[in-house]
């Protein structure tokens, strides 16, 4: 079975590769969406993007083979500018080819969104697989009054009120970057790592 923990030091390179392989994209978009998250800038009054303890990482016989990141960002007003809201961004979500369908990626969502519950931000929020993820507990954004209004777009409600988010858009990394729910998911087991 495998074993979820929090990405150690050193982590990031085979983080990088994990990504790259299960997306299977020559232009390493997701993996270059995790670089910015890390390297984003802390301001005095702005919390980092990135929190550790939500960058987690799944191994199975003490062999990396999943990764899964949450990071925290601002909901956005429809012309893109940032408000003071906060929350959670969940993607890009990992497992190698030859590890799917194993149950990795639903024990590293189950570790995530256990980990997002005991912090304070009130929302996790998601573009992805609309087949994949409500599973976990995702709904569509549209129904918290959210946007964009796709059935990509998905909120997964860590307090019982948001209408403080209602009218918001989801962050702009989320929409513009994790493009991969517009493929379907397909298993590819001829690359072994
Ligand atoms: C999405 C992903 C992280 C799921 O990881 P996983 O370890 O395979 O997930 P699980 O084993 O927990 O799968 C649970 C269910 O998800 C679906 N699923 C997962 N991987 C799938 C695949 N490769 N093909 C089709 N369905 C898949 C299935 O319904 C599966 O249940 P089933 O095996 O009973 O049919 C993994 O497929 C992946 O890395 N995909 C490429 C990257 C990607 O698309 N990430 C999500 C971006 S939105």
Not at 118 to 143: K, M, Q
Not at 180 to 191: G, I, N, V, Y
Request: hydrophobic share 40%; with cysteine; proline share 8%.
């Amino acid at each position: 079975m495998a074993q979820i923990g929090v990405e150690r030091a050193g982590d990031a390179d085979v983080v990088a590769q994990i990504t790259r392989r299960a997306f299977d994209r020559r232009n390493g978009e997701e993996v270059e969406m995790i670089a910015r998250i890390r390297a984003a800038p802390k301001f005095i009054l702005a919390l980092p993007k990135f929190i550790l303890a939500l960058s987690l990482v799944a191994e199975v016989g003490g062999r990396p083979v999943g990764h899964l990141l949450i990071s925290r960002d601002k909901l956005r007003l429809e012309g893109g500018q940032p408000t003071d809201q906060e929350g959670l961004m969940l993607g890009p979500i990992s497992v190698l080819p030859d590890a799917q369908r194993r149950g990795v990626g639903s024990r590293l969502m189950r570790r995530g969104l256990d980990t997002a519950a005991s912090r304070p931000e009130l929302v996790v929020v998601l573009i992805g697989h609309p087949e994949y993820y409500p599973r976990f507990g995702f709904r569509p954004a549209r129904e918290f009054g959210l946007h964009p209004d796709w059935d990509a777009a998905m909120v997964y409600p860590l307090w019982p009120d948001l209408s403080a988010y209602r009218e918001l858009h989801l962050p702009e990394q989320s929409v513009c970057r994790c493009n991969a729910w517009r493929k379907p998911l397909q298993a590819d087991h001829s690359q072994p790592l």
